[in-house]
């Protein structure tokens, strides 16, 4: 009888236990967590889209919470190019930030289609304590030219699709959304009570106690004659010389992403009327290059393009290139920039003897968003173990090369990367072990082969190969 009674009590523990644990599984982190505030701030004075949330979250569970999710309709999910998030303490001088990391995740609960990030807290969130986060959401190809093709004389007007509402799998007690546009020039946009415009902005809110995964789709048709410079392809190579200095080369194919361009085209009237005539197209850029630069050129297919300014100080230099001819919507140009820096200035020493590059990610040209890079760094011969050190995910791997004078060739890493905007100009590091022996290599060859010349030489000058009687 007493194996009889404990093996009921064993069973009813038992249930005890997996219904604890049903429990806390079931009270998922949208019940876990609210936000009592929510502002956002959405910039759409350039083609590239910026977001700025401001989210004040609270942990209205009983257990910690030591993650944050965020949700992204999938018509933004696949146009973002760069996500952070920070969690903010203290307010005006004593204001300090501290970054979060941020990675995709997924959700039951989260309808058909939503992309889920997981930001991860550095301490959780006990019960009825509250935190807040400041995220930056960086938006590419996210504005709709309309009309599609416009003439020389139109001004290029674009569509953005939004909602009015953020999207996120918690109950949100209050929230608020602003747009800002280039100009006051907005054609339409979507009312969705309380609406108020004013200037360049237009703010949608205050909008109180949301459910989990409410949506309000709006529109904003608005004015934007902001080049929409577009690099499809970009490709990189930072060539390394213990000699002395870094060689650059860039390889740049241009596109204008913005609305084609439709009908003839007039030199007369876009020299005379630059007010008015192909105000949406572009025909000067701005390359922010290092300080201390060298031998820069700038050529096409054609040859050396001379219309170009060289402007350098003490932090930067910056380039401005006008291509061969202005850039309309749909139109392209390829181009090359080179350029070479002092190698002291990117070339360092570790503290386990390694050798490493400390170079800039990202393209140069100022406000241009890239398809597809490709960086290449081309590290001396007889170079080993090399690798790349980068804040973000990228896709990496090494070759190898060949040059003049080389015998086992350079290795070569190489770093490749879509969808990048401006903030990826950070640095990297590419780290390596080198034997200055190796640097005795192509000078030795040189030499040996100048003395088996003059050895040859000497020999030919002293033999006698004349045909002549005995």
């Not at 058909?112 to 990030?117: C, E, I, V, Y």
């Not at 409410?214 to 490709?235: C, K």
């Not at 072990?433 to 003059?454: D, V």
């Amino acid at each position: 009888m007493e194996v009889l009674s404990t093996v009921p009590s064993a069973i009813f523990l038992l249930f005890l236990c997996s219904f604890s644990i049903l429990k806390i599984s079931c009270e998922s982190s949208s019940q876990l967590i609210q936000i009592t505030s929510a502002e956002r701030r959405i910039d759409l004075t350039s083609p590239i889209v910026r977001a700025y949330l401001t989210l004040k979250v609270e942990n209205v569970g009983t257990s910690p919470a030591s993650e944050i999710l965020l949700a992204f309709p999938p018509t933004q999910a696949e146009h973002i190019a760069l996500l952070r998030a920070a969690s903010v303490e203290g307010k005006r001088k004593k204001r300090t930030t501290v970054e979060l990391s941020i990675n995709p995740t997924e959700s039951p609960d989260a309808p058909n289609g939503a992309t889920l990030f997981s930001i991860s807290l550095l301490n959780p969130l006990k019960n009825r304590e509250s935190a807040t986060l400041e995220v930056l959401l960086i938006l590419t190809h996210s504005l709709e030219p309309f009309p599609a093709e416009i003439t020389q004389s139109e001004s290029q007007f674009v569509y953005y699709r939004d909602s009015a509402l953020m999207l996120s799998p918690y109950h949100v007690k209050e929230q608020t959304t602003y747009i800002k546009t280039p100009t006051t020039k907005v054609e339409s946009y979507t009312r969705v009570d309380p609406t108020v415009r004013s200037g360049t902005e237009i703010k949608y809110g205050y909008y109180q106690e949301r459910p989990p995964y409410s949506f309000s789709p709006i529109v904003v048709h608005f004015e934007n004659n902001h080049p929409f410079a577009v690099i499809e392809e970009l490709v990189r190579e930072v060539e390394v010389s213990h000699w002395g200095s870094l060689q650059i080369t860039e390889l740049y194919q241009l596109f204008h992403a913005g609305a084609r361009h439709g009908g003839g085209f007039s030199r007369v009237e876009y020299q005379s009327r630059q007010s008015t005539s192909g105000v949406s197209s572009f025909k000067h850029l701005l390359a922010i290059l290092p300080p201390r630069v060298e031998s820069v050129y700038y050529r096409d297919e054609i040859g050396n393009i001379s219309s170009s300014h060289l402007r350098t100080d003490a932090q930067k230099s910056q380039l401005e290139i006008e291509p061969r001819y202005p850039l309309f919507g749909g139109w392209r140009a390829t181009f090359t920039i080179g350029y070479r820096v002092p190698l002291q200035d990117f070339l360092f020493e570790a503290s386990d003897g390694r050798r490493y590059l400390n170079f800039s990610f990202g393209c140069p040209l100022h406000e241009t968003s890239v398809k597809k890079l490709i960086v290449k760094v081309v590290l001396p011969e007889g170079s080993k173990y090399a690798s790349a050190i980068i804040p973000f995910p990228v896709e990496q791997h090494v070759e190898v090369s060949y040059s003049y004078l080389d015998i086992v060739g350079r290795t070569v890493v190489v770093l490749e990367k879509e969808n990048v905007v401006p903030e990826h100009n950070v640095a990297f590091q590419v780290y390596y072990k080198f034997n200055q022996i190796s640097m005795l290599a192509e000078p030795l060859m040189l030499t040996s082969a100048f003395f088996l010349l003059f050895i040859t030489c000497i020999a030919y000058l002293h033999i006698d190969l004349s045909v002549h009687k005995s």
